[in-house]
């Protein structure tokens, strides 16, 4: 079977889900046969035409392209919109609205940054606008505080949006692209210091900013997540062009010391701490702003054990009242309710597509043929993975809970979008590394 032709098939299961999810949610909420039939047979067909528009535009443009990670996000993000749908139906609608807008900024992305490697001409306009993206949360008549982070920025009138998933991106490209040009200077310039190798601060220096953004991040945003997604994304890339470990050993030393230091004297990060610690601490459960959330994260994890309890059935307001039992069960949580209604397997499946959809990202690295393409490529993909790490070690209590979403799932316009032109840069490298050499 072709390149091409795979990718087709592939979108084949995006769309049973679709119809098999809505269908699900309609017999759950005992609507008639009718719209069961009619309206889950609609939306299947609906997103399959969104995807097959996506599927020609890739065929015409990277007839080269790695023919699973497009499939791959098809199924993420449809499974996404059902999930969504069955916690809130206008929340679904809106998701469904910035699918179709990510659709159409992952052609933009293609067609504009066709050569995308021209990019490193501006990798210093590139970090600057990134770093303005990252203080815009604390701009005053700007700022919009949600449990103590500022993670969105308000502009009034206009829209409410997540800075940091945009700057991901950028950072990861000026990161490429100046380590594609010092990275033997680091190497060979390199000296062993009680057993440990140790770059030359004068190459190292951006790396050194990349660690102080990572604290502000802390400091300024009380963001744990989007700070260890920054520098964690920087740890991979710098492995990637030195294959130095003990460079990304000093690094992560540097990070602990840091936010541990930062964790002991921000009150915010102190207690988000705390909450990770004592979960299921009386105190800490009653406090506003406490392990609330955590609990009840882990309660419904163990609620759903190895099948689930079935799709739809998941607690999420208490009985006989409005209160959320769970809070943000379309955003920060939604993870717990997958494994409340679909059991371990269905959140390990889950999380084999989300490793599959990186596995591609990092083959992509493996086969570019320059370094700024090879850097780039495992950059997109561990900040990629990173993300998914934070967001499901905050809900299964591995690290303390942050607001970052899950890609392609969770509710939310800047991450869906931001997070199709990333694949869109994926799947440039991936293009341009298959390509045969005569091409």
Not at 227 to 254: C, D, E, P
Not at 273 to 283: K, R
């Amino acid at each position: 079977m072709r390149v091409r032709n795979r990718e087709l098939f592939g979108l084949l299961p995006a769309a049973l889900l679709v119809t098999a999810g809505f269908a699900g949610v309609f017999i759950q909420r005992s609507d008639n046969f009718a719209k069961l039939q009619s309206a889950s047979l609609t939306y299947g067909l609906i997103f399959l035409g969104l995807c097959l528009v996506g599927h020609i535009f890739i065929r015409i443009t990277l007839p080269y392209a790695d023919p699973y990670m497009f499939p791959l996000v098809a199924v993420l993000a449809c499974f996404g919109i059902v999930m969504i749908y069955r916690i809130s139906t206008t929340d679904a609608r809106q998701q469904a609205q910035w699918f179709v807008l990510g659709l159409i900024l992952f052609a933009g992305t293609i067609v504009v940054f066709r050569d995308y490697r021209k990019l490193e001409r501006y990798r210093y306009v590139i970090v600057t606008v990134s770093l303005l993206l990252l203080v815009l949360p604390r701009l005053p008549g700007i700022q919009d505080p949600v449990n103590g982070a500022y993670l969105d920025a308000h502009i009034p009138g206009v829209i409410v949006f997540q800075p940091t998933e945009f700057s991901k991106i950028g950072l990861v490209l000026f990161l490429a692209s100046y380590l594609r040009d010092t990275r033997q200077v680091m190497v060979m310039s390199a000296r062993r210091f009680l057993g440990v190798t140790i770059p030359p601060l004068k190459h190292f220096g951006p790396v050194l900013v990349i660690w102080a953004i990572a604290m502000a991040i802390l400091f300024l945003l009380h963001d744990i997540g989007s700070s260890l997604m920054f520098y964690g994304a920087l740890l991979a890339v710098l492995y990637v062009a030195t294959n130095r470990i003990s460079f990304v050993i000093v690094g992560l030393v540097a990070f602990g010391i840091g936010a541990w230091y930062l964790g002991a004297h921000i009150p915010h990060v102190h207690a988000r701490v705390e909450a990770w610690l004592h979960p299921l601490s009386p105190t800490l459960y009653n406090q506003p702003g406490g392990s609330f959330q955590v609990a009840n994260s882990m309660f419904a994890q163990a609620a759903g054990g190895m099948f689930g309890q079935g799709f739809g059935e998941a607690t999420l307001v208490v009985p006989g009242t409005h209160y959320p039992l769970l809070p943000a069960p379309d955003t920060d949580s939604i993870y717990a309710v997958i494994t409340d209604e679909l059991g371990l397997f269905g959140a390990a499946a889950v999380l084999l597509t989300y490793l599959l959809l990186i596995a591609r990202g990092f083959k992509a690295a493996i086969l570019a043929r320059d370094s700024f393409s090879k850097l780039l490529a495992a950059g997109l993909s561990a900040i990629l993975g990173l993300q998914v790490f934070v967001i499901v070690g905050g809900v299964t209590r591995v690290i303390p809970l942050t607001g970052v979403t899950l890609p392609f799932i969770s509710y939310g316009g800047s991450s869906i979008l931001a997070n199709f032109v990333l694949v869109a840069l994926l799947l440039l490298v991936s293009d341009r590394a298959r390509r045969p050499s005569s091409s």
